[in-house]
């Protein structure tokens, strides 16, 4: 098995070098993958932030990667999650953060936009304000 960067797999969406492209999808096509949660938190956030893709574009690359057959994505029910959220409008670092905290009973945040946002999801963990006592 071998771990890929995430410029591998921004090549695949981006398109925008044939060679790195065609090296990309032989090394991809070829091989046992591993994915990381953090190569893909980090693909969400090159496409979204240098190549301007829209969310559903990038939801879809994400849904690919979990279904190939010879990808492994680490913690894949955790991004799955995350998935689903980021596809009902929350962030996806956010969504990621909170998804791969399942086993907590809260996710502590000051972020007003995540707590209503898993609040109208009804996300498990609940996401509240810290407290003082």
Known sequence: MR???????????ADDDPRQVDMAQRVLGSDSIFLS????LEFEWVMRSVYRK????????????????NWQVED???VSRALAWFRH?????DALHLASSSLADDFVTFDVVLRRRSAELRTQPSVVVPQTS
């Not at 771990?3 to 969406?13: F, K, Q, S």
């Not at 409008?89 to 670092?93: E, S, V």
């Open 3 to 13: 771990a890929a960067d995430t410029n591998l797999i921004v090549r695949l969406l």
């Open 37 to 40: 949660k953090t190569v893909i």
């Open 54 to 69: 829209p969310a559903a574009a990038i939801a879809a690359a994400i849904g690919r990667m979990l279904a190939t057959s």
């Open 76 to 78: 894949s029910a955790a």
């Open 89 to 93: 409008g929350m962030d996806f670092a």
